[in-house]
């Protein structure tokens, strides 16, 4: 099946200061969307976008389908973006394959 | 837009009891709704796709008579544990998938599910 691989697995950021989650994947996909899981566990929507580039207020998404990796940048990161940022794929039989994700604390 | 609602948001039941977790999309039409498992600091694992008024599709390794799933409208599928164990315990979450052609799933708040 498809391998999502997320990096880097955790990363601490001061307020303000921005940053790249990266995530690749071993096959085309008719799917891809990131997600933010906060502190109560629901997962929020933030891009869906198999490919091409989206940007929404601080965030930012691009994929290179052809490339096979997607890249979520956060600019001028604040406390309430700590949690845990997850890249799903989906190829075929509309199921998603979650990545391990990317655990985010950013400190005031 | 694209609102998934779960109930109950969290349950403690006895060991041998059954759960029924509630999954409903509130403001569209869902297709296909999604289950999936998730374990402390863990990712999300799917177990299940259901399509309205068929049987649900398991993924390998879940057992099927032990996770009921019942799709009986566009708005609403639902999760049964049966016999819960102790390691039944874990975080469940559905999704939901519209009717418009694209491919996102819109995600529940999750159901966590303690089995004493």
């Known amino acids: 099946g498809i391998q999502v691989e997320q990096s880097p697995p955790d990363l601490i950021l001061q307020e303000g200061a921005n940053s790249t989650l990266r995530c690749n994947f071993s096959?085309?996909?008719?799917?891809l969307q990131w997600f933010h899981q906060n502190p109560w566990g629901q997962l929020i929507n933030l891009f869906y976008i198999p490919s091409g580039t989206k940007q929404n207020g601080r965030l930012s998404a691009t994929t290179v389908a052809t490339e096979r990796y997607s890249l979520l940048y956060i600019s001028s990161s604040q406390t309430t973006d700590s949690g845990v940022y997850f890249c799903?794929?989906?190829?075929?039989?509309?199921?998603?394959?979650f990545g391990a994700g990317t655990i985010l604390r950013v400190k005031s | 837009g694209a609102v998934v609602s779960q109930h109950p948001s969290w349950v403690i039941c006895k060991s041998g009891t059954s759960v029924k977790i509630e999954c409903r999309s509130l403001d569209f039409q869902a297709t296909t709704m999604f289950w999936y498992r998730q374990f402390p600091k863990q990712s999300l694992m799917l177990m299940a796709t259901?399509?309205?008024?068929?049987?649900?599709?398991?993924e390998q390794g879940v057992e099927k008579d032990k996770f009921l799933i019942n799709h009986a409208s566009l708005t609403l599928s639902t999760l049964t544990v049966t016999s819960a164990h102790p390691e039944d315990s874990s975080f469940y979450i559905c999704s939901a998938q519209g009717t418009s052609g694209s491919y996102e799933q819109y995600f529940g708040p999750g159901t966590r599910l303690t089995v004493t």
């Open positions: 799903a794929v989906e190829r075929g039989g509309n199921k998603l394959v």
């Open positions: 259901s399509n309205e008024g068929s049987k649900a599709t398991y």
């Open positions: 096959d085309s996909v008719n799917n």
